[in-house]
């Protein structure tokens, strides 16, 4: 059976392809406008062979432009190759009114929700060009005369042909930059660049997500309803603007778990970070919203700098572990406070994650230990996880001694092992009743304070 025949290229590698059709588009407009580019260069140079012929001095090359300005545009219109090449670049776009609406997400969609420029959307392309199709950086070099391989917005000015349009792109608060699509840098030969992850959502808009980003966990009922009723009011309340909602609580507490739940109030879908932090931030929030999706990050190593954010439209809920770490987050939205769970709540996670919870001599242990310790689900987890690795079943004096490992004191106090034990203390009979009784009273007050 004889091969399917392969689609026209987008590129210069051949097998580079999307499934967004004007990404096609555009892609090839940056391929056509390159390869007219390069045939300019060797008729200029007087080339006679298959070779392009050394590049002149950029100085020169500079100072020429204007004298030659004219004989370019001649050589575009009747030159076989430039009239060939300049004919397919006139070629419109595939984005008339009887077009389906692109995929949520690619490139088409982005042209249509922020409603680019035809400059705009070249110099995209030319980025994503760049940033996806590996043949191209030689291209790239041979017609800015230098050993980058990486386009920028002097060589975007140069192929567009009206200068000014693409000028402005140079500006930061241009939609391109403030959406995070586009790293434009303030010199006109720095690379234009585009993170991969973004590159790749921008032809594929229906790839899986990177593994940078993850589902969030099952929701968790982690704070009361009326201060999630009123986070979601105040969510609702600015639609199409950034939104910030910092979510408070202990270092250990289940803040993704919350964050589905906030999600799950809200009736949207969000993601995680999931590996990633300091500037991988900022294309990763603005693949969630070209996904649709809100983002939760969790808590940020102490001191770090706020991550670089685009300026855009997205749900942000960030792990906050003291009211010291909202400061990175001026703008945010007033927190939303975690209640960390009760006796009840923290009972109920030893019985489902310990192994041998049901035996009859750990009842009691457990009751005790989900008083003693007033420990987050998640931790509870992790020590049910490291107790069910002993190989055995685990005793009372195993639990005890993991959650006392588990715990940071911190500077404010510190623990002190008993040198001697209760039979070894020698006192009158009055006090040895106290003692006594002060004994029983601490081991029954789960029962009292719990049960009773």
């Given amino acids: 059976m004889d091969a399917a025949p392969l689609p026209p290229p987008v590129g210069f590698e051949p097998r580079l392809g999307t499934e967004d059709p004007l990404a096609a588009y555009w892609l090839r407009q940056a391929t056509l406008r390159l390869r007219r580019q390069i045939a300019w260069l060797w008729h200029q140079r007087g080339g006679s062979g298959g070779a392009l012929p050394p590049p002149s001095d950029r100085l020169s090359g500079a100072l020429d432009l204007a004298r030659f300005v004219e004989e370019q545009e001649r050589f575009f219109a009747t030159d076989p190759t430039g009239a060939w090449l300049s004919a397919a670049i006139a070629a419109p776009p595939p984005d008339g009114p009887g077009m389906p609406p692109?995929?949520?997400?690619?490139?088409?969609?982005?042209?249509?929700?922020?409603?680019?420029?035809?400059?705009?959307?070249?110099?995209?392309?030319?980025?994503?060009?760049?940033?996806?199709?590996?043949?191209?950086?030689?291209?790239?070099?041979?017609?800015?005369?230098?050993?980058?391989?990486?386009?920028?917005?002097?060589?975007?000015?140069?192929l567009w042909g009206r200068p000014e349009e693409v000028a402005v792109l140079a500006d930061p608060g241009h939609k391109l930059q403030r959406c995070g699509l586009l790293a434009v840098?303030?010199?006109?030969?720095?690379?234009?660049?585009?993170?991969?992850?973004?590159?790749?959502?921008?032809?594929?808009?229906?790839?899986?997500l990177p593994p940078a980003l993850a589902p969030l966990p099952a929701a968790v009922e982690a704070m009361t309803a009326e201060a999630l009723a009123l986070a979601v009011a105040r969510l609702r309340a600015v639609p199409d603007r950034?939104?910030?909602?910092?979510?408070?609580?202990?270092?250990?507490?289940?803040f993704a778990g919350a964050a589905a739940r906030v999600m799950a109030a809200l009736g949207g879908r969000g993601v995680m970070v999931a590996g990633a932090s300091g500037a991988a931030l900022g294309p990763l929030a603005t693949l969630a919203w070209l996904r649709g999706l809100s983002l939760h990050l969790p808590p940020q190593p102490e001191g770090a700098a706020p991550p670089p954010l685009p300026d855009l439209p997205l749900i942000l809920l960030p792990a906050v572990?003291?009211?010291?770490?909202?400061?990175?987050?001026?703008?945010?939205?007033?927190?939303?406070?975690?209640?960390?769970?009760?006796?009840?709540?923290?009972?109920?996670?030893?019985?489902?994650?310990?192994?041998?919870?049901?035996?009859?001599?750990?009842e009691r242990a457990l009751a005790d230990c989900a008083r003693r310790f007033r420990l987050e689900t998640p931790s509870i987890a992790r020590i049910c996880r490291v107790l069910g690795s002993l190989?055995?079943?685990?005793?009372?004096?195993?639990?005890?001694?993991?959650?006392?490992a588990d715990l940071d004191l911190g500077d404010l106090a510190q623990p002190v092992t008993p040198r001697f034990r209760l039979a070894e203390l020698k006192l009158p009979a009055k006090q040895t009743r106290q003692m006594e009784e002060i004994r029983r009273a601490a081991a029954t007050l789960t029962e009292v304070h719990h049960d009773w």
């Fill in 185 to 208: 840098p303030p010199a006109w030969d720095s690379p234009l660049l585009l993170a991969p992850v973004v590159a790749r959502q921008l032809l594929h808009p229906s790839a899986p």
């Fill in 391 to 404: 190989g055995r079943p685990p005793r009372a004096e195993d639990l005890d001694a993991a959650c006392r």
């Fill in 102 to 158: 692109p995929p949520r997400g690619g490139f088409g969609w982005v042209v249509r929700r922020l409603d680019l420029e035809p400059a705009a959307r070249f110099v995209l392309a030319l980025a994503l060009l760049g940033a996806t199709d590996g043949a191209a950086g030689p291209v790239f070099a041979a017609c800015l005369d230098v050993q980058s391989e990486s386009p920028n917005l002097a060589l975007a000015q140069r």
């Fill in 321 to 362: 572990t003291e009211r010291m770490g909202l400061r990175p987050w001026p703008d945010a939205l007033p927190p939303l406070t975690l209640t960390p769970p009760g006796y009840r709540e923290r009972l109920a996670a030893w019985q489902a994650g310990l192994p041998g919870a049901a035996a009859p001599e750990m």
């Fill in 242 to 254: 950034p939104r910030i909602l910092p979510l408070l609580g202990a270092p250990d507490a289940p």
